[in-house]
């Protein structure tokens, strides 16, 4: 049975540039279920990322309010946040950021105290093909490599929640598929829930949910009916 | 529509607001590197300047030769020798002060009054000259005026060889003979117990039975080398008047220890603040091009746009000047009114007839344009790299030098450290050159520290060698004459129940080879235990030979065993060939000791004693004046614990002052260097320490990272900028060193904990100032950016 993990109602965020006002995300309504995949699309500006953003907390909406788990969100201070992040939430970003001078397997080892019941940084990094390259620094990794170490760094503390920016980016379609196998993986094996951001229509065809946005606001909701697995996506 | 240079101006303006923190930093760096230089040369060329007018105002004579008489008719015959300009004779005496309810011995020193325009004048400060035919009317030196409140109006009895005057102080005086007022018996100078007289002749002539003569001959030559020339045959004519020896003005207590002072002041003004001024120098520099560098992108898309590089140029360097301009003024200001500050104190010490302060354009020009031309060099060095890319390159951000596996990481110590800790070490080594910019900007922040404070320390211990160690009695009775050995128990019958040393102090001249040098020779007795001298043993061809100070012999080029030719001076000199054969550590004075054997035999004479070193019960005090009424021969006493709380005073006034501002400058410049390296670490890593935030790592957690990096550079820094401090420390007091006064090199255990805490204080002050940055870091746009 499947519960509300993350609850959103009338999200708006607003920034002010001198008189005039951009909204980035305005009266954004969404649930998240525990161990679902849902996958946002967009055009840059659409406000997906900072849609993400609020939901891993990195930011703090204008208006409207943030549920985890009926835990109010919105009301906690920075470093109550932080805790959130610390335990629940894993973050995949579009450029990687690992620490470049910590080894692949520092980097994960770095995070693996921070969950409630972490696998072992050798786990992440086996999980990810990745234990023959853990003493390489981040430099000496290929982009795909680098990504799939943010993935390991991510999961290490099975976090409730993966939220995953843009993750194929800056990556070229085989890689983009390895690491997209991976958080599949990551997905099916611990029942995380992941919120994944693209503007790559073929990626959504491994949501169980898809996200449309534009102009800071959702447009459409809608169930993948098509799933596939992600070795079987092209683009 | 705006011009192109009202925009370009605008956005200086508005980078240059954003950049205040650093701006005020370099700032403050600079205008202390500035103020010290331009209070040290203001201060010392007003003070060169005032004695060069003092002694041309008061015709200072070149020479002065003490006579035992000389009828003032044949004074008029000396003229014509070759090389002497102008001649003129004088009388001189010594007695003393008595002034109500003082029992301490004052000593005075009575000079005939000179005539208008003639050698040694005097300038009158305040009253009046007294008039022709009174003889009761008197100049006194300001400097005992002042110390014992007395003006002009007021009567004081003194007594001249044993007769007692009422004198009338009908005004005060500066002469600049006494600049330096000092008697002989002690070389620190106490305004309270030394005074200087300018009385009327006839008042000497009486006293010093010298009707129609004077004792004391004044001469000024043609020029240094014709009057050098011309002593053979001025010695040959005074003969016959008791000649004994001339005192070139080189030699003459007041200019001797003024020209030491200036000599050592000279060092101090290069060296000093030339060491501040290098190590604001390398910061402007290289703070300067790091600065630059944060602007290397707004640079390449302004010439993406087709903007000129002369015109980019142009911008920078007015950015730069916009961070260095408020400094340079500030440093000005600064140092032009401590030079003023500076130039007060020493004039209270020193003091000139004639004073001109005036503040040194000249080093001010100089050391602005050299701030200015160092950090411009570090702008343009940084544009030239910047301009060296392409505009293409130059437009995305900078590669970080990427980490790769070094020796640093097969080391199996490494993999027990923290995380932490081995992300902050391989940091450090990932950069290099920041990373040993920064340590060296800590060395020589924690150097100037052990630097600037060392001096108290060192005259501590100078003061606990020569009056705790050294010197042991409590005073020293000096008797005008030596007495035969058997009167010592008579004159002990006077003292008391302490410890009473005899010994035997004389002003020789030493002679080795070509160079001469003015001496105390001390003789000693072998069981003397109120006196000691520190000495370093050496090899030599006898023992029985002279043991002279290692200031003088280092100065003299004297390695013992060396022959030296000794004469006394007195009124009979007795010349001997002897040897050198010790060397002592002896910190003040230039002395020279002979074991008292070796006197009695060297010199052929019988045992007596000049001086008595007496150790009082309890630390009492003696009544002076009632034992110089008791024993006739005795010609003062002096007491240790005035000595050393004179020249303790001295120090405070003269050092400390100087010490207390290198000590302001040294704590500013070490702020400056921690808070602009913390501010570029922090720069450098931010990117860092926004993804651990994002990734759920506490705001004390970061903290901990970041200052884990600057206290390992702190900790990497204190060992060699001790060692650096202790370095410039002997190059210092190498330049500064007298034959009369040297300053151990002995930096104790607190100068070294205190720079250490001093430095720990400025990382835990700048983490404090810091801290909101790290508090307010943003992960959010730096998170969306490719590294």
């Given at each position: 049975?499947?519960?509300?993990?993350?609850?959103?109602?009338?999200?708006?965020?607003?920034?002010?540039?001198?008189?005039?006002?951009?909204?980035?995300?305005?009266?954004?309504?969404?649930?998240?279920?525990?161990?679902?995949?849902?996958?946002?699309?967009?055009?840059?500006?659409?406000?997906?990322?900072?849609?993400?953003n609020?939901?891993?907390?990195l930011d703090?909406?204008?208006?409207?309010?943030?549920?985890?788990?009926?835990?109010?969100?919105?009301?906690?201070?920075d470093?109550?946040?932080c805790?959130?992040?610390?335990?629940?939430?894993?973050l995949?970003f579009q450029f990687y950021n690992l620490i470049p001078s910590l080894?692949?397997?520092?980097n994960?080892?770095l995070?693996?105290?921070?969950?409630?019941?972490?696998?072992?940084?050798?786990?992440?990094?086996?999980?990810?093909?990745?234990?023959?390259?853990?003493?390489?620094?981040p430099?000496?990794?290929?982009?795909?490599?680098?990504?799939?170490?943010?993935?390991?760094?991510?999961?290490?503390?099975?976090?409730?929640?993966?939220?995953?920016?843009?993750?194929?980016?800056?990556?070229?379609?085989?890689?983009?598929?390895?690491?997209?196998?991976?958080?599949?993986?990551?997905?099916?094996?611990?029942?995380?829930?992941?919120?994944?951001?693209?503007?790559?229509?073929?990626?959504?065809?491994?949501?169980?949910?898809?996200?449309?946005?534009?102009?800071?606001?959702?447009?459409?909701?809608?169930?993948?009916?098509?799933?596939?697995?992600?070795?079987?996506?092209?683009? | 529509?705006?011009?192109?240079?009202?925009?370009?101006?605008?956005?200086?303006?508005?980078e240059?607001?954003k950049m205040l923190g650093p701006?005020?930093a370099?700032?403050?760096?600079?205008?202390?590197?500035?103020?010290?230089?331009?209070?040290?040369?203001?201060?010392?060329?007003?003070?060169?300047?005032?004695?060069?007018?003092?002694?041309?105002?008061?015709?200072?004579?070149?020479?002065?030769?003490?006579?035992?008489?000389?009828?003032?008719?044949?004074?008029?015959?000396?003229?014509?020798?070759?090389?002497?300009?102008?001649?003129?004779?004088?009388?001189?005496?010594?007695?003393?002060?008595?002034?109500?309810?003082?029992?301490?011995?004052?000593?005075?020193?009575?000079?005939?009054?000179?005539?208008?325009?003639?050698?040694?004048?005097?300038?009158?400060?305040?009253?009046?000259?007294?008039?022709?035919?009174?003889?009761?009317?008197?100049?006194?030196?300001?400097?005992?005026?002042?110390?014992?409140?007395?003006?002009?109006?007021?009567?004081?009895?003194?007594?001249?060889?044993?007769?007692?005057?009422?004198?009338?102080?009908?005004?005060?005086?500066?002469?600049?003979?006494?600049?330096?007022?000092?008697?002989?018996?002690?070389?620190?100078?106490?305004?309270?117990?030394?005074?200087?007289?300018?009385?009327?002749?006839?008042?000497?002539?009486?006293?010093?039975?010298?009707?129609?003569?004077?004792?004391?001959?004044?001469?000024?030559?043609?020029?240094?080398?014709?009057?050098?020339?011309?002593?053979?045959?001025?010695?040959?004519?005074?003969?016959?008047?008791?000649?004994?020896?001339?005192?070139?003005?080189?030699?003459?207590?007041?200019?001797?220890?003024?020209?030491?002072?200036?000599?050592?002041?000279?060092?101090?003004?290069?060296?000093?603040?030339?060491?501040?001024?290098?190590?604001?120098?390398?910061?402007?520099?290289?703070t300067?091009?790091r600065v630059l560098m944060t602007q290397r992108e707004t640079?390449?898309?302004?010439?993406?746009?087709?903007?000129?590089?002369?015109?980019?140029?142009?911008?920078?360097?007015?950015?730069?000047?916009?961070?260095?301009?408020?400094?340079?003024?500030?440093?000005?200001?600064?140092?032009?009114?401590?030079?003023?500050?500076?130039?007060?104190?020493?004039?209270?010490?020193?003091?000139?007839?004639?004073?001109?302060?005036?503040?040194?354009?000249?080093?001010?020009?100089?050391?602005?344009?050299?701030?200015?031309?160092?950090?411009?060099?570090?702008?343009?060095?940084?544009?030239?790299?910047?301009?060296?890319?392409?505009?293409?390159?130059?437009?995305v951000p900078a590669i970080p030098q990427h980490t790769?596996?070094?020796?640093?990481?097969?080391?199996?110590?490494?993999?027990?450290?923290?995380?932490t800790?081995?992300m902050s070490?391989r940091n450090l080594?990932r950069r290099?050159?920041q990373s040993?910019v920064t340590?060296?900007?800590?060395?020589?922040?924690?150097?100037?520290?052990?630097?600037?404070?060392?001096?108290?320390?060192?005259?501590?211990?100078?003061?606990?060698?020569?009056?705790?160690?050294?010197?042991?009695?409590?005073?020293?009775?000096?008797?005008?004459?030596?007495?035969?050995?058997?009167?010592?128990?008579?004159?002990?019958?006077?003292?008391?129940?302490?410890?009473?040393?005899?010994?035997?102090?004389?002003?020789?001249?030493?002679?080795?080879?070509?160079?001469?040098?003015?001496?105390?020779?001390?003789?000693?007795?072998?069981?003397?235990?109120?006196?000691?001298?520190?000495?370093?043993?050496?090899?030599?061809?006898?023992?029985?030979?002279?043991?002279?100070?290692?200031?003088?012999?280092?100065?003299?080029?004297?390695?013992?065993?060396?022959?030296?030719?000794?004469?006394?001076?007195?009124?009979?000199?007795?010349?001997?060939?002897?040897?050198?054969?010790?060397?002592?550590?002896?910190?003040?004075?230039?002395?020279?000791?002979?074991?008292?054997?070796?006197?009695?035999?060297?010199?052929?004479?019988?045992?007596?004693?000049?001086?008595?070193?007496?150790?009082?019960?309890?630390?009492?005090?003696?009544?002076?004046?009632?034992?110089?009424?008791?024993?006739?021969?005795?010609?003062?006493?002096?007491?240790?614990?005035?000595?050393?709380?004179?020249?303790?005073?001295?120090?405070?006034?003269?050092?400390?002052?100087?010490?207390?501002?290198?000590?302001?400058?040294?704590?500013?410049?070490?702020?400056?260097?921690l808070y602009n390296n913390a501010r570029i670490q922090f720069s450098e890593r931010e990117r860092e320490f926004a993804l651990l935030r994002a990734l759920g790592f506490f705001e004390a957690e970061l903290t901990i990272l970041f200052w884990t990096d600057f206290?390992l550079l702190?900790?990497?820094?204190?060992?060699?900028?001790?060692?650096?401090?202790?370095?410039?420390?002997?190059?210092?007091?190498?330049?500064?060193?007298?034959?009369?006064?040297?300053?151990?090199?002995?930096?104790?255990?607190?100068?070294?904990?205190?720079?250490?805490?001093?430095?720990?204080?400025?990382?835990?002050?700048t983490a404090l100032i810091i801290q909101p940055r790290i508090h307010q870091i943003s992960f959010l746009g730096i998170l969306k950016t490719r590294e």
């Open positions: 049975m499947t519960e509300v993990l993350l609850e959103a109602k009338g999200l708006g965020k607003r920034y002010a540039f001198g008189e005039t006002f951009v909204d980035a995300l305005a009266n954004v309504d969404f649930s998240l279920q525990t161990g679902e995949l849902v996958v946002v699309l967009g055009p840059s500006g659409s406000g997906k990322s900072t849609f993400l609020i939901l891993g907390t703090r909406p204008t208006v409207g309010t943030l549920n985890y788990k009926n835990e109010l969100m919105t009301e906690k201070t470093e109550e946040l805790a959130f992040r610390r335990e629940k939430v894993g995949v080894t692949a397997l520092e994960v080892q995070i693996e105290s921070h969950g409630e019941s972490a696998m072992s940084s050798e786990d992440a990094l086996r999980r990810l093909n990745l234990w023959e390259r853990r003493n390489h620094f430099s000496e990794l290929s982009g795909g490599e680098q990504q799939r170490v943010a993935i390991a760094r991510a999961i290490v503390k099975k976090p409730a929640l993966l939220l995953c920016d843009e993750p194929t980016g800056a990556l070229d379609v085989s890689t983009g598929v390895v690491v997209l196998q991976a958080i599949e993986e990551v997905h099916h094996d611990f029942g995380v829930s992941v919120m994944l951001i693209t503007h790559n229509v073929m990626i959504a065809g491994i949501a169980d949910r898809v996200i449309h946005m534009s102009g800071g606001k959702i447009t459409s909701i809608e169930k993948n009916l098509k799933h596939m697995l992600a070795r079987d996506l092209q683009w | 529509m705006v011009k192109l240079e009202q925009l370009l101006a605008r956005k200086t303006w508005r240059f607001i701006a005020l370099l700032s403050s760096v600079m205008a202390v590197g500035l103020a010290s230089l331009i209070m040290s040369q203001g201060n010392l060329k007003s003070l060169l300047r005032s004695q060069k007018l003092t002694y041309q105002n008061l015709n200072f004579a070149d020479a002065l030769v003490p006579l035992v008489r000389i009828p003032r008719t044949t004074v008029h015959f000396l003229q014509n020798i070759e090389g002497v300009q102008r001649i003129e004779c004088r009388l001189t005496e010594s007695g003393q002060v008595q002034l109500p309810r003082e029992e301490r011995q004052i000593s005075a020193r009575f000079h005939s009054l000179p005539g208008m325009g003639s050698l040694n004048n005097l300038k009158l400060v305040e009253g009046r000259w007294p008039k022709a035919n009174a003889l009761n009317e008197v100049i006194l030196s300001d400097a005992f005026a002042r110390a014992w409140n007395l003006h002009s109006g007021d009567s004081i009895r003194v007594t001249i060889k044993g007769q007692g005057f009422h004198f009338y102080v009908s005004g005060l005086g500066r002469s600049a003979e006494y600049i330096y007022q000092t008697g002989s018996a002690v070389s620190m100078p106490d305004d309270k117990l030394f005074s200087v007289w300018w009385i009327h002749p006839r008042i000497l002539e009486k006293t010093s039975n010298l009707r129609s003569s004077c004792n004391e001959l004044l001469v000024k030559g043609t020029s240094a080398r014709q009057l050098e020339l011309a002593w053979p045959e001025l010695e040959r004519r005074l003969k016959a008047f008791g000649f004994t020896q001339y005192i070139p003005r080189a030699r003459q207590l007041s200019h001797y220890f003024l020209n030491s002072e200036l000599e050592q002041l000279k060092a101090m003004s290069i060296y000093m603040p030339g060491i501040f001024i290098a190590v604001c120098l390398f910061l402007l520099n290289i300067m091009n640079i390449a898309t302004l010439r993406a746009f087709g903007f000129a590089r002369v015109i980019l140029a142009i911008q920078s360097v007015g950015l730069s000047l916009a961070c260095l301009l408020p400094g340079a003024a500030a440093g000005i200001i600064l140092g032009v009114w401590l030079s003023k500050k500076m130039f007060a104190i020493y004039v209270l010490f020193y003091r000139f007839a004639y004073i001109d302060y005036r503040s040194d354009p000249d080093s001010i020009v100089a050391s602005v344009a050299l701030c200015i031309a160092t950090a411009l060099t570090g702008t343009l060095w940084g544009l030239r790299n910047i301009f060296r890319e392409s505009v293409a390159q130059a437009l790769r596996t070094t020796i640093l990481d097969s080391l199996p110590l490494l993999r027990r450290l923290s995380l800790l081995r070490l080594f290099p050159f040993g340590c060296l900007g800590l060395i020589l922040a924690t150097a100037l520290l052990v630097f600037a404070r060392f001096e108290e320390y060192a005259i501590q211990q100078m003061l606990d060698q020569e009056y705790r160690i050294s010197q042991r009695q409590s005073h020293s009775l000096i008797f005008s004459q030596r007495l035969p050995i058997s009167s010592l128990k008579s004159v002990e019958s006077f003292l008391g129940h302490g410890i009473a040393e005899a010994s035997l102090v004389i002003p020789v001249s030493l002679k080795f080879g070509r160079a001469v040098r003015e001496l105390t020779l001390v003789v000693k007795n072998p069981n003397e235990a109120l006196r000691k001298i520190d000495v370093i043993p050496v090899k030599a061809r006898n023992n029985h030979g002279l043991t002279l100070s290692k200031a003088v012999a280092d100065k003299l080029g004297i390695v013992p065993p060396a022959k030296v030719v000794i004469t006394t001076r007195d009124r009979f000199p007795v010349h001997v060939t002897t040897w050198i054969t010790q060397l002592s550590e002896n910190l003040m004075g230039t002395i020279v000791t002979v074991e008292s054997d070796d006197f009695l035999k060297l010199f052929n004479t019988s045992a007596s004693f000049n001086t008595l070193l007496y150790k009082s019960p309890n630390q009492e005090s003696l009544n002076a004046n009632r034992l110089l009424s008791r024993i006739p021969a005795l010609l003062g006493i002096s007491e240790k614990d005035f000595e050393k709380r004179a020249f303790e005073k001295t120090m405070a006034e003269n050092v400390g002052i100087f010490r207390n501002f290198m000590i302001g400058f040294a704590l500013l410049i070490a702020m400056g260097v206290l702190t900790s990497v820094a204190i060992f060699p900028g001790l060692w650096l401090g202790k370095r410039l420390l002997m190059a210092l007091m190498a330049a500064i060193e007298t034959e009369v006064f040297r300053i151990p090199v002995i930096i104790s255990p607190q100068s070294y904990v205190w720079a250490s805490a001093m430095l720990l204080c400025g990382v835990l002050l």
